[in-house]
């Protein structure tokens, strides 16, 4: 059995990922970037780099490459069910980039069900609250993510 502080460390890692592939899924968006550039970008100068003194954290990379690489290859999925969860006047392309960066991270988790569904939004309404201090968007996203999670994968929710 895995003792608590290495279980911790495993969350942190994990964790972190998330945290690192909502920002690459974004800054892909908005400078035109490839996965394959971004990826190399973080992995160099980014997950559990010293930067001004300051240790950037460590992150379970395979994770984050895995999120990146099933967010671009599902992505055109991940946005119809994201859509879906909308309200019909405000579709992925009119909601603010973080959120669409976070819903296609979150996203590729549930298509790809690797991770439990209610792990999987809890991390990321974890990492919306990170970007929007519990303001409503947090509610937002665990609204959208459940309805994801429940069309990805029927009866994974109970």
């Not at 973080?42 to 967010?71: C, T």
């Not at 509610?139 to 994968?153: P, Q, S, T, W, Y």
Request: charge should be negative; charged fraction near 25%; glycine fraction near 6%.
């Amino acid at each position: 059995m895995m003792s608590q502080d290495r279980q911790d460390k495993r969350r942190q890692r994990s964790t972190a990922a998330r945290l690192y592939a909502v920002q690459a899924l974004f800054q892909m968006e908005a400078s035109g970037q490839s996965a394959d550039r971004v990826r190399q970008e973080f992995e160099d100068w980014r997950i559990g780099v010293e930067n001004e003194g300051e240790m950037s954290p460590e992150a379970d990379e395979a994770l984050f490459s895995r999120i990146l690489d099933d967010a671009v290859t599902w992505q055109g999925r991940i946005d119809q069910m994201t859509d879906r969860a909308l309200v019909a006047r405000w579709p992925i392309a009119r909601i603010d980039p973080v959120l669409r960066a976070l819903f296609r991270a979150a996203g590729a988790e549930l298509v790809a069900a690797k991770a439990p569904p209610r792990v999987v939004i809890s991390q990321y309404v974890g990492i919306a609250n990170a970007f929007f201090t519990e303001g409503p968007e947090t509610k937002f996203v665990n609204a959208v993510l459940d309805h994801i999670a429940r069309e990805a994968a029927p009866g994974a929710l109970g």
